[in-house]
C-alpha cells in the first residue's frame, strides 16, 4: 500500500516523507512540518487513533485516515479523534487525491476578520448580517438552522460527525441524541437545497454525519 501510494503521488508532484512507526511519525511531523498525513490505523507500536489524538494536542495538520475498517463506528471514531476524512480500503488514486485536494483547501487559514460572506453555488451566508440568499432570494432560516449552517460551512469539504454538531450547536449534554440534527437538517434542506430529496450541498455520509461540498 505504501509503495502504490508513494509511486502515485509522486507521480502527481508530490513528495512524499514515510514512517512506519507512530514515532518515526511524530519526528517527521515536527521536523518536516508536512502539508498533510495518511494515516494507516493500524500500526506497529500503536494505533492510529491514538496517534491522530496525539498530533491534535499541538497540530492542525490535515489527517486523512487510510483503512481496511469500514465499520461506521470506526469512521465517527477517526472523525472525533481528529481526522479530516477517512477513506476505506481499497480506493482509487483519483479520490484520494480529490480527498487530500478538498482538505488542504480547508487547511488554508483564515483572517477571522476579514471573512464576511461564505458562497457556495447559488447560496450565500452573510456572516455579519447573519442572513443567508440563495439565488439571490433572502432565507428565513430558524437560529439553529443558521448556526448549524454555518458550522457546516466554516468547514465545508469535511465530514462533521453527528456528535460534533450536536456538541457545537446543543451542547456537550446533548451529545447522544442524534436525531436532533436529522430533524433540522432535513428542515434546512427544504430552504437550501433546490431538490430536498436530492441535496447536492448538504450531503449525508451514512451513519457518520455530514459535509457541506465545497465544490457543489
Known sequence: MRKFIRASLASHGHRVLEAERASEAIMMLTSHRPDI???DLGLPDGDGMELTQQIREWSRVPIIVLSARGRED???KALDA??????TKPFGVNELLARMRVA???ARPREQGGVQTLVFGDVKIDLVRREVFRAEEAL???PIEYRLLVLLALNAGKVLTHSHILKEIWGPSQAAHAHYVRV???ELRKKVEAEPSRP???VTEPGVGYRLRDRP
Open 82 to 87: 481528529g481526522a479530516d476524512d477517512y477513506l
Open 200 to 202: 447536492k450541498l448538504l
Open 184 to 186: 433540522h437538517m432535513a
Open 140 to 142: 428565513h432560516l430558524t
Open 37 to 39: 498525513v495518511l494515516m
Open 104 to 106: 488542504l483547501r480547508h
Open 74 to 76: 470506526d469512521k465517527v
